[in-house]
T-cell receptor, first 115, second 114 residues
Framework: GDSVTQMEGPVTLSEEAFLTINCTYTATGYPSLFWYVQYPGEGLQLLLKATKADDKGSNKGFEATYRKETTSFHLEKGSVQVSDSAVYFCALSTGSGGSNYKLTFGKGTLLTVNP | NAGVTQTPKFQVLKTGQSMTLQCAQDMNHEYMSWYRQDPGMGLRLIHYSVGAGITDQGEVPNGYNVSRSTTEDFPLRLLSAAPSQTSVYFC?????????????FGPGTRLTVL
């Protein structure tokens, strides 16, 4: 079945450091890939997405490239801020319609950025 | 647009009690779903609905009921609460259940069952 594996946290960085959170996936067909972010005490919100191979999703300085050959969708940011402290979830979705549609999440990576 | 709203934010139940978690969206979304979030396990799908009057089971449906009488509302019922149902519950919606579409999440309900 479909699965998402992301690096285990927690990840602790200093402000302005470079961030990478690794994500790999297993899926049948051609999934879309997502990064969701959950700030403390809040629900998940979409950070970025890519719907086909070689697409790059970007938002708020974060980027991730859909790599079909390595089945990966690693999240990167060149210079993190304290406000980026959150839990990051990698996810994939496949299918369309009720029972065919599926959204699968990784377990989440807690990022803490210190000033 | 309020987006996806959930009530209550926090709830404490005793084993065996029942309750309903409310979820509403004002975006005219076709697809709505309930997830539970447990430490180290990501989010797991409980039930989903592709439109008013249509619901189906997700990955972990046991102990939960849902109904969808209107496009806007998708309540989740716990029939007889158990400590294993202590979790954070998220309602989500999307325009159409397609791999191209993002889901919009509510702020969550933190439930503790004693």
């Amino acid at each position: 079945g479909d699965s998402v594996t992301q690096m285990e946290g927690p990840v602790t960085l200093s402000e302005e450091a470079f961030l990478t959170i690794n994500c790999t996936y297993t899926a049948t067909g051609y999934p879309s890939l997502f990064w969701y972010v959950q700030y403390p005490g809040e629900g998940l919100q979409l950070l970025l997405k890519a719907t086909k191979a070689d697409d790059k999703g970007s938002n708020k300085g974060f980027e991730a490239t859909y790599r079909k050959e390595t089945t990966s969708f690693h999240l990167e940011k060149g210079s993190v801020q304290v406000s980026d402290s959150a839990v990051y979830f990698c996810a994939l979705s496949t299918g369309s319609g009720g029972s065919n549609y599926k959204l699968t999440f990784g377990k989440g990576t807690l990022l803490t950025v210190n000033p | 647009n309020a987006g996806v709203t959930q009530t209550p934010k926090f709830q404490v139940l005793k084993t065996g009690q029942s309750m309903t978690l409310q979820c509403a969206q004002d975006m005219n979304h076709e697809y709505m779903s309930w997830y539970r979030q447990d430490p180290g396990m990501g989010l797991r799908l409980i039930h989903y609905s592709v439109g008013a009057g249509i619901t189906d089971q997700g990955e972990v449906p046991n102990g939960y009921n849902v109904s969808r009488s209107t496009t806007e509302d998708f309540p989740l019922r716990l029939l007889s609460a158990a400590p294993s149902q202590t979790s954070v519950y998220f309602c989500a919606s999307s325009y159409h259940p397609s791999s191209y579409n993002e889901q919009f999440f509510g702020p969550g309900t933190r439930l503790t069952v004693l």
